[in-house]
């Protein structure tokens, strides 16, 4: 087990969201989208979700489309599975009529109708041999047969079938291999993502042509120097954009990009080798330098909100980068070729806040043993009172975002702060910075947290 929040902090006190990119077919209220399933063969997309939410509302909306003259499913499932789904059951009739309901499954079996109707459809058509249904329902809806949506993991459930239903009870309707499920943060994101500085430019940090040794689990380091304009003067990156080789996703377990005062650039830049024979100085830069960013399994491009930016560059000490990649091969396949890296997308612009990151969390172990039969095994990582004065200067940190990390046992992860009650004296325990009860580790996405945390010096952090 290895636990892990890797936090994008800045010394400023404001919301923080995050942005997604647009697929073909969304609309431009919906700033949010993912496709759910594509045809195999010919990569069409079968079933599109686009989403907005209103954070003052409390308030999401969906917007399915859907490759089907039939009816459609969409739910939110505890594990994604179908017994204990909040699902929505919705089709347009050959004379354009639209039918929609609130329904929950209790087995896998048609879902009996919710006494208590909380999804609202807004619209509903047929075009071309797609079904779209738009519908809205509130974050919370106080009803026990329904699931609430919060700034964590959501299992997406999804189906379709072939042909309307002959009426409304759904008889004889079932959806064969029409069907899956998906983890999404659906409240993690930015509604109005900060458009690209007009000055913007990219640089890639990729491994070339890395063969994935044949053994269980590698950490592969790779010595990079930055761009001669960035050396020369300070930058600010705005979006990070992981680039992962395709067909390699079940071997690239994560990726993370340390800060280093000093390599050879005749052995170290542009070299690799498994880190723990790697030289002196690469070894050395992964303890203790800086991360520049972090990527893992399910991840995807993270942009700064507006007004914030993490700094790079400007030092002559500081011309280098480390790149560690994890790689799992457990089931031993030799000749798999790698490429994958970043593109860092940065700016000559003077953000308003200058981001950082802040690591903390416990490292693997000979003594994390589960016990069998145990049915929960929890492990503390603790940055304590000591620890938070050493690292944050006197006027404090506000984190914006933050990436939960384990391997594969985690189910659940807190990120817990505790401070000092000045008029009472002892330790009182403050809202979680961030926690995610529905932890997916095919799904370790970097999320702006929905409201600001301010930490100070003295404070404890425990993961």
């Known amino acids: 087990m290895y636990y892990k929040a890797i936090l994008r902090f800045a010394m400023w006190w404001q919301l923080a969201l995050m942005g997604t990119s647009l697929l073909p077919l969304a609309l431009a209220s919906f700033p949010f989208s993912s496709t759910l399933a594509s045809d195999q063969a010919t990569g069409q997309p079968l079933y599109q979700l686009q989403w907005t939410f209103d954070d003052v509302m409390k308030t999401i909306t969906f917007n399915v489309v859907v490759h089907t003259t039939g009816w459609v499913g969409f739910g939110l499932s505890p594990n994604g599975g179908m017994t204990g789904s909040d699902v929505v059951i919705g089709w347009v009739s050959s004379d354009g009529k639209a039918y929609f309901q609130d329904r929950y499954a209790f087995a896998k079996a048609t879902p009996p109708i919710d006494p208590s109707q909380d999804w609202i459809l807004l619209s509903g058509s047929e075009s071309n041999g797609y079904t779209n249904l738009t519908f809205t329902r509130k974050w919370i809806t106080c009803d026990t047969r329904d699931r609430d949506i919060q700034a964590d993991t959501s299992k997406v459930v999804f189906s379709w079938g072939s042909a309307d239903p002959a009426d409304t009870s759904l008889s004889g309707q079932y959806h064969g291999s029409n069907r899956g499920s998906v983890s999404l943060n659906l409240l993690g994101g930015l509604v109005n993502p900060p458009p690209e500085p007009s000055d913007a430019k990219n640089f890639t940090f990729a491994v070339n042509q890395v063969a994935i040794p044949v053994q269980y689990t ?213 809202p979680p910075v961030d926690q995610n009860m529905q932890y997916d580790f095919d799904f370790q996405q970097t999320n702006l947290l929905t409201r600001p945390v301010n930490v100070l010096p003295g404070d404890i952090l425990q993961v």
């Not at 761009?227 to 003067?233: E, R």
């Not at 050879?264 to 070894?283: F, H, P, S």
Request: charged letters at 15%.
């Open 218 to 430: 590698t950490y592969w380091c790779t010595g990079f120097k930055l761009p001669s304009d960035i050396i020369a003067q300070k930058r600010y990156i705005t979006k990070i954009s992981p680039k992962i080789s395709p067909n390699n996703g079940m071997y690239v377990h994560h990726i993370l990009l340390y800060q280093c005062l000093s390599l050879n650039e005749t052995t170290d830049v542009g070299m690799g080798n498994d880190c723990l024979i790697a030289t002196t100085t690469i070894r050395s830069c992964r303890l203790g330098r800086p991360i520049i960013t972090a990527w893992a399994v399910g991840g995807s491009d993270f942009i700064y909100p507006n007004g914030i930016a993490f700094p790079i560059g400007g030092r002559p000490d500081e011309q280098y980068l480390v790149m560690e990649m994890h790689y799992s091969n457990p089931s031993l396949v030799s000749g798999v070729r790698d490429s994958s890296g970043f593109l860092i997308t940065y700016t000559n612009m003077t953000p308003t806040y200058e981001a950082g990151i802040l690591t903390l969390g416990h490292f693997v172990t000979p003594l994390m043993i589960i016990p069998p039969k145990d049915p929960s095994f929890s492990v503390y990582g603790t940055c304590d009172s000591t620890c938070t004065a050493a690292a944050i200067p006197s006027t404090g940190i506000n984190i914006f975002a933050n990436m939960l990390h384990t391997h594969l046992v985690g189910r659940a992860v807190t990120l817990r702060q505790l401070r000092m009650n000045s008029s009472c004296g002892g330790l009182q325990e403050l």
